[in-house]
């Protein structure tokens, strides 16, 4: 995956994790020129499946990143939109038809968090939710950076957790992630590793399917189990792969081997190889 971002946000998080970036109103931030042509015959060169709009939210470079994903498009990559889902209704479907997947980073699950920690609200991101559910093609999946004593209660997520099991459905992959000290958030310390499985095992027990744990070495809590009888099927540790026992069935949709349950997701038939590596890309203009 080729992955990229410009300056600037519309939330204000006190805990940004990619604040150097997207607080930024320096334009010596941006160290490349790229059309989209040069984005997307980039990832091509390089063997790039998907191209990602990360680091910053690529709300903030709507038409950029629109252009982007139609020259991805037309050369068969696909597009993944990182974002926080804070987005007015009227440009919404235009965004999401141009993406193959999103990641939504849910931050929290009380206004007050929102508004307090990250300068926002919380309905129009479970407005978000609710339009990639009910109305959008592309695949979508939830981050909630977890924050020891602002959003980590039991009591909230549950209550995250059961907003997600009646209006989404089981089958949405939840990502439960550790937070680091960053930008104007000092305290409190990182998030410690049992926090993101006790929420795990919290949203699991309340009827969720695929929910996982990141930012930290967790073989069980990264990995892909069966919903039907409990097999692993994707072992993960943080970036690396190990077993890999998912199969395709005629139609392209995940099937575990052992009760031939049905996992939703988009798949490749075989694992990569690439693992937790990172390539720094130089890119070429036309002439290049």
Request: with cysteine; charged share 20%.
């Amino acid at each position: 995956m080729l992955s990229f971002g410009t300056a600037g946000c519309n939330l204000a998080c006190k805990f940004c994790q990619n604040w150097d970036i997207s607080k930024s109103r320096e334009m010596a931030t941006l160290a490349s020129t790229a059309s989209p042509e040069t984005l997307a015959k980039t990832a091509e060169r390089l063997g790039c499946r998907s191209i990602a709009f990360t680091y910053n939210d690529p709300v903030i470079f709507y038409e950029y990143a629109l252009d982007v994903a139609a020259a991805c498009r037309q050369r068969g990559i696909h597009s993944v939109a990182v974002t926080a889902g804070y987005i007015n209704p009227e440009p919404r479907p235009a965004f999401f038809s141009a993406m193959d997947a999103a990641n939504v980073d849910l931050k929290g699950f009380t206004q007050e968090f929102y508004h307090k920690v990250c300068g926002g609200d919380l309905a129009p991101v479970l407005d978000t939710l609710l339009y990639l559910k009910q109305e959008a093609r592309c695949w979508f999946e939830i981050t909630t950076l977890l924050i020891p004593g602002l959003n980590d209660g039991q009591g909230e997520i549950e209550q995250m957790c059961g907003w997600i099991l009646e209006h989404l459905g089981p089958d949405v992959p939840l990502h439960f992630t550790a937070y680091h000290p960053d930008f104007k958030m000092q305290t409190p310390g990182p998030t410690p590793a049992e926090t993101l499985s006790r929420a795990r095992s919290q949203a699991m027990a309340l009827g969720l399917r695929y929910v996982y744990t990141g930012n930290v070495h967790d073989g069980e809590g990264g990995s892909t189990w069966c919903h039907g009888c409990g097999c692993c099927l994707i072992e993960r540790d943080w970036y690396r792969l190990g077993r890999w026992r998912l199969s395709l069935d005629a139609e392209g949709r995940g099937r575990c081997p052992q009760c031939a349950a049905t996992i939703p997701g988009h798949f490749e038939a075989r694992p990569g190889t690439w693992g937790p590596k990172r390539l720094p890309v130089t890119l070429f203009d036309a002439a290049g």
